[in-house]
């Protein structure tokens, strides 16, 4: 029997040509936002397992190249958090025998959808005046806020987590569009209970300004030059550390610890945070 490091260890080699530090891209162009959970340090000194869970940004289009780079993930799953009309656009692309998961995250908000601000951004005059003066960056606070206040938000981390823990579920791949916000959320809270440091989560989902941005340098160049603010395409297309605050923040409000919300808002008790740990950690 091949040894599983060993042939993990294969695999980020194909994909990459060498063994990604924690939380960097795969190197798989269609895919910029590719990454692999594991690889970082605990807190108690154990590490994460690399091989186990992937974050990306939308799997729609692959390449030829890169689907095959994709099948030596070995997926199991692909969790999918966005909405019917993202979906719908832009249809997931998997590897044969994937198993594709719809958790919509944000089923339950009332505001605009994530297609109906890409619509708007198409419009630069009206972006300007619907966004201008900070308004994209409440806006995205507001969203973070919600992933730990909707009901929708709750259910769909909760599977999530739930498979995630689960054997024979993984290795398996989570996504929403740019890979930053609902995945960013999630990769943050997954850290977060497996005892990872604040500094290394913060790091982690800010990396993703070094694969988005420039993946869409010409739409963006294209959108300032038709009259685009810059300075709202940051705020929607960037991450930044007062997003992700936002939602540890209202995960205190609303719930006091990290442990209660998973327990009482996730409905995952402490049994099964310990099959998380489990799952995905390893002595150093």
Not at 13 to 42: K, Q
Not at 163 to 185: I, M
Not at 218 to 240: E, M, T
Request: proline share 5%.
């Amino acid at each position: 029997m091949i040894d599983a490091t060993l042939l993990l260890s294969v695999v980020l080699v194909a994909l990459s040509g060498d063994t990604p530090a924690p939380g960097a891209s795969l190197g798989v162009a269609s895919v910029p936002n590719l990454r692999d959970v594991g690889g970082y340090t605990t807190r108690d000194g154990s590490v994460v397992r690399r091989g186990v869970a992937y974050r990306s940004d939308q799997l729609n289009p692959i390449a030829p190249d890169d689907m095959k780079k994709l099948a030596l993930l070995g997926l199991k799953n692909d969790f999918d958090l966005r909405t019917a009309e993202e979906r719908q656009a832009h249809p997931d692309e998997l590897p044969p025998g994937v198993n594709n998961v719809w958790l919509n995250v944000i089923a339950d908000d009332k505001g605009a959808s994530p297609a109906e601000l890409a619509k708007l951004l198409s419009n630069p005059k009206a972006t300007n005046e619907a966004l201008v003066g900070g308004r994209a960056a409440a806006e995205v606070v507001k969203t973070y806020r919600k992933f730990i206040t909707l009901p929708s938000a709750n259910a769909s981390f909760r599977k999530l987590f739930v498979e995630l823990g689960e054997k024979n579920q993984v290795p398996s791949l989570y996504h929403c569009t740019l890979g930053k916000d609902r995945t960013g959320w999630a990769s943050a809270a997954l850290l977060t209970l497996l005892g990872v440091s604040e500094d290394q989560v913060y790091a982690d989902y800010m990396r993703s300004n070094e694969y988005i941005l420039p993946a869409y340098k010409l739409y963006i160049d294209r959108v300032v030059a038709a009259g685009g603010d810059p300075s709202i395409l940051q705020d929607v297309l960037c991450v930044k550390a007062k997003y992700l605050r936002a939602s540890f923040d209202e995960l205190d409000i609303q719930y006091g610890s990290f442990e209660a919300y998973f327990d009482e808002g996730l409905g995952i008790d402490r049994a099964g945070q310990q099959r998380l740990r489990e799952r995905f950690l390893e002595e150093k």
